[in-house]
């Protein structure tokens, strides 16, 4: 079992939506043994996956809301799975504490804009309290998520996020396209969606999520 959790207090970033896909993926397209963690008590990816079609087997997914129901019952959960996807919630410090005493890997996706890339050091603040107390556990890793293809601002964001210590700081990029934007009010992901920007989206996906178990 492994648990990876998307984190960042930062709203708006794709925890939900790259937890989700990354879900979907990894049942239905690599046939794991997966569970989603909803740790936000708005419910947006416990609601998605519940309106669902899967090709395979369901997803199933289990909301812990607050500190201390994250904390307690995140390993129980976890060892029944391959893998347990958490879902973190915005602004919430303990919360998304609590998910870094528990995961293995935290996955921090971040806009490349000042204030984002801000935020992705307060993320990191709280990871590292976490692997100084855990004996450096979880593993840390960043990738850049709904960028615009084409401006400066994501090569100033690749650079100084790859200046960011003890995270690792993934190649693979997500851009920002309207297909993604369009999957949770379809409750579908990109496989599931036509034409070409939803296969490009969902080669992005692909191999950000496959540089993602390359480090577990
Ligand atoms: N690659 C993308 N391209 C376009 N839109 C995207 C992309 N990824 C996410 N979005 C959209 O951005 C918004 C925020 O995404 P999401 O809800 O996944 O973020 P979040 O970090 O979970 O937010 P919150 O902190 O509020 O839980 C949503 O409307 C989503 O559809
Ligand atoms: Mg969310």
Not at 91 to 97: F, I, Q, V
Not at 129 to 153: C, D, E, I, M, N
Not at 161 to 173: M, P
Request: hydrophobic share 45%.
């Amino acid at each position: 079992m492994a648990v990876i959790a998307f984190v960042n207090q930062k709203g708006g970033v794709a925890k939900s939506t790259s937890a989700v896909h990354f879900a979907y993926w990894l049942s239905q397209k690599r046939q794991k043994h997966v569970v989603v963690v909803d740790g936000d008590a708005q419910r947006s990816s416990s609601q998605w996956l519940a309106g669902m079609e899967m090709e395979e087997t369901e997803i199933p997914c289990q909301v812990l809301s607050g500190p201390d129901a994250l904390l307690e019952e995140l390993p129980n959960l976890a060892e029944q799975y391959e893998y347990a996807i958490v879902d973190a919630p915005a602004g919430l410090a303990e919360e998304t504490r609590a998910i870094l005493f528990r995961c293995d890997l935290a996955v921090i996706p971040v806009q490349p804009s000042g204030v984002d890339l801000r935020s992705a050091s307060d993320a990191m603040r709280l990871v590292k309290q976490a692997q100084s107390v855990r004996g450096g556990l979880p593993k840390a890793a960043a990738f850049l998520s709904r960028a615009v293809k084409g401006t400066r601002l994501k090569d100033e964001a690749l650079s100084l996020l790859g200046k960011i210590e003890r995270a690792t700081l993934l190649q693979s990029v997500v851009h920002q396209r309207q297909v993604v934007a369009d999957t949770s009010g379809q409750s579908a992901t990109v496989w599931e969606m036509s034409g070409q920007p939803a296969r490009d989206a969902a080669k992005e996906f692909e191999t950000l999520f496959t540089e993602i178990l390359s480090l577990l």
